[in-house]
């Protein structure tokens, strides 16, 4: 079944996720008595009628729920319900690291969606030839007395037969949206029938959340602990994601975003795409050195989520997957180099790096990681207008080659490692092929593991269309592409073989020596 897909069209729960994120910022910001962090769902729902729900009180508790996650705190169940600033003191710190489960389905505010069904509906003609009924694997299709098909959904297999035969297209197929993002095959049902976590399968991808419709689904976030880094005094410098560019509007140049950050608090603004260029250039050394001599294939190691399902689904390839650090690891341990007692935040598209981060061997390197959603958050909550901005033209990003800027869209990943392959060894061929969303992934490693992929480079993202595509993004996904290709094809440097930073790899590999 093809994956539903809500991303790119504006939406109420687009404006709940970003007035949650714009309330926890300007809370953190004003400071003073924490304890009116109550008061934010009756601001955010005002009057006594319901505006999506049936229930003006169930639209304050989910809020309110939706503001702990974004606090950084864990799930309330229903029945206890106590109020935030009966615990908001453990927000309040500046060294708060994520709990898991990082994603969370909100109980009470699920839909409890039918699962994967397939239904005839009232445009059933009842024709004589009847395709749907030849083509049923189980009989499970009947006729009534008006002569109308209807599915007998105890017999049903769910295998779209009917679905791709009806003259008419009569018959619909259904599936939760969530269950239909998720590559993990993750999400099922408890004994409400509401969509659960199966935290063994989730990579915190964060599909499921920027799919449901019913905004249940939300993962913990650090503005508030980050603010409060800012507020006291800390220098707190900010890695960008190349997947950064247009997601904050046509006015937000590079360099006006990095005049806003700093009106922000951030002490200092770097581009990740430096990072990409270093991670590319030992990739491609990875491959030359392991590809066919030590094992028939390579994957890469950028997307964490792509990594992460592919050592749990495929352990006996754990160690095919590229050993190079992150784009954003690799970045954090050169501004550590330089400013050993700043904070680092990593700022990008991606759920999943709040995990990457989360691990003990990567702790030392990130202390925060924000989201474009999160810091778009911080941004209104203090009236940043980047038409009023005044960009200083030395703040104009230009240290990241283009093929690093590329990482930020499917297939950039292993197009920079090719072309640095070509430099270091220009008659190697290389194969490629590219896995676009966790499902396209698993059956590229299907493939591996049949022998099939042996001699190449394989590429997985788990956001489909890469990382413009991720669960903390803004803009429509095809746009945000575009952006990405402009502001490429704008770099100083193409190859990521002549980055001016490539003699600090070896660096950044011993870490603080």
């Known amino acids: 079944m093809e994956e539903m897909n809500v991303r790119g069209v504006h939406s109420a729960v687009d404006d709940i996720r970003r007035n949650v994120f714009t309330e926890v910022a300007r809370l953190a910001y004003e400071g003073g008595d924490l ?12 009057g006594e009628v319901a505006h999506h729900r049936h229930d003006v009180f169930l639209e304050r508790a989910i809020v309110q729920e939706r503001l702990r996650l974004a606090l950084g705190m864990n799930l309330q169940s229903a029945e206890e319900q106590m109020p935030i600033s ?9 060294q708060k690291y994520f709990e898991n489960p990082l994603v969370n389905i909100i109980p009470f505010a699920c839909n409890a969606c039918p699962p994967k069904q397939i239904r005839i509906t009232d445009s059933c003609q009842g024709c004589i030839s009847h395709p749907c009924m030849n083509v049923c694997p189980k009989d499970a299709i009947y006729l009534d007395k008006d002569k109308h098909c209807h599915i007998d959904q105890d017999k049903c297999i769910k295998c779209g037969k009917c679905f791709n035969q009806c003259p008419y297209r009569a018959i619909s197929k259904i599936e939760r949206p969530c269950a239909a ?56 410098i900010a890695c960008v994601a190349p997947a950064f560019v247009g997601q904050f509007g046509k006015e937000a140049t590079p360099a006006k975003l990095k005049a806003a950050m700093r009106t922000l608090g951030f002490a200092d603004v770097v581009e990740v795409a430096i990072g990409a260029d270093l991670c590319t250039v030992e990739e491609a050394h990875d491959f030359l050195e392991e590809v066919p001599a030590k094992q028939p294939w390579m994957g890469t190691s ?30 954090a341990r050169m501004v550590k180099k330089d400013h050993p007692d700043a904070r680092i935040v990593f700022i990008g598209p991606c759920a999943a790096k709040k995990l990457e981060a989360n691990r003990k061997s990567v702790r030392s390197d990130v202390d ?23 960009a200083d033209p030395a703040d104009s990003m230009d240290e990241g080659t283009g093929m690093g800027r590329g990482f930020a869209v499917g297939g950039g990943v292993a197009a920079a490692v090719v072309e640095a392959i070509r430099h270091i060894e220009p008659d190697r061929e290389v194969l490629i092929e590219y896995g676009d969303g966790l499902r396209e992934c698993r059956k590229m490693l299907a493939m591996a593991k049949a022998g099939k992929r042996d001699g190449y480079l394989l590429e997985g993202m788990a956001c489909p269309g890469g990382c413009v595509a991720g669960a903390g993004t803004i803009q429509p996904v095809k746009q945000s592409a575009m952006s990405v290709e402009k502001f490429k094809n704008e770099a100083t440097e193409m190859s990521c073989t002549t980055s001016p930073h490539l003699n600090r790899l070896e660096e950044v590999e011993r870490k603080y020596e």
């Open 86 to 94: 009966a615990s908001i003191n453990e927000a309040a710190t500046d």
């Open 368 to 390: 925060f990681v924000l989201t474009f959603e999160e810091l778009q958050g911080m941004f209104d909550a203090k009236e940043i207008d980047f038409t009023k901005i005044e």
């Open 35 to 46: 304890s009116r962090v109550d008061t934010i769902p009756y601001k955010m729902i005002q």
């Open 181 to 236: 993002a998720c590559g993990m095959d993750a999400i099922g049902s408890d004994e409400l029938g509401r969509a659960k976590i199966d935290y063994d399968k989730c990579v915190s991808c964060g599909m499921c959340l920027v799919n449901c419709p019913f905004a249940a689904i939300a993962d913990k976030s650090q503005i508030f602990q980050i603010i409060t880094a800012i507020k006291r005094g800390e220098e707190v």
């Open 302 to 331: 950028c997307c964490p989520a792509w990594s992460m399902m592919a050592k749990t689904l495929f352990p006996e390839f754990k160690d095919y997957i590229s050993m190079a650090l992150t784009p954003m690891v690799i970045t």
